[in-house]
Antibody, heavy 120, light 111 residues
């Protein structure tokens, strides 16, 4: 079955760079049409889409955050990594990774999420 | 401020039919398909509807989606207590280099 798990620091300081890893199983990111997205949700607030990487290494970023985000994949390890630079307290949120199918749209399998707090 | 506009709340009694709207623009809903997600308290979102009106396997047919112009709607018929959740719409936005955008979410209360 398809599973995804996010990992990374629970606490980062302002101005630091956040690195999150999504480790997945049950599908391959080398399969045509597959993709992995990152979405976040500040406490008590709405979902915010961050980035997506496709099987062919095409990458897409949130318009408002693109200068701070980098997404990459390691197909051999079944991992997708998201880095976000210059972290700020407003970036405190639960960060989710999710599988998507590029043609159909929509994230059909989600990780449980990881809460990242930005504080000095 | 979310790019897609949803009502912050909606409510209904068991058995009723409720609809949740999602308003966008020509660069997102007007030219791309819409997805809907359900988020139960304390859990990750779940894909409810994709490509405007398609249900993933396992989603009851009580849930349906539609789109017209720059707006979309999610309808839930035969409302059940377990439907109490937050609901989000999402669409690809063609502006600038393109990105997915979400609505602000609608909290559905089953009275």
């Amino acid at each position: 079955q398809v599973t995804l798990r996010e990992s990374g620091p629970a606490l980062v300081k302002p101005t630091q760079t956040l690195t999150l890893t999504c480790t997945f199983s049950g599908f391959s990111l080398s399969t045509s049409g597959m993709c992995v997205s990152w979405i976040r949700q500040p406490p008590g607030k709405a979902l915010e889409w961050l980035a997506r990487i496709d099987w062919d290494d095409d990458k897409y970023y949130s318009t408002s955050l693109k200068t701070r985000l980098t997404i990459s994949k390691d197909t051999s390890k079944n991992q997708v990594v998201l880095t976000m630079t210059n972290m700020d307290p407003v970036d405190t949120a639960t960060y989710y990774c999710a599988r998507c199918i590029a043609a159909a749209g929509g994230e059909d399998y989600w990780g449980q999420g990881t809460l990242v707090t930005v504080s000095s | 401020q979310s790019v897609l506009t949803q009502p912050p709340s909606a409510s209904g009694t068991p058995g009723q039919r409720v609809t949740i709207s999602c308003s966008g623009s020509s660069s997102n809903i007007g030219s791309n398909t819409v997805n809907w997600y359900q988020q139960l308290p304390g859990t990750a979102p779940k894909l409810l509807i994709y490509s405007n009106n398609q249900r993933p396997s396992g989603v009851p047919d009580r849930f349906s989606g539609s789109k017209s112009g720059t707006s979309a709607s999610l309808a839930i018929s035969g409302l059940q207590s377990e439907d109490e959740a937050d609901y989000y719409c999402a669409a690809w936005d063609d502006s600038l280099n393109g990105s997915w955008v979400f609505g602000g979410g609608t909290k559905l209360t089953v009275l």
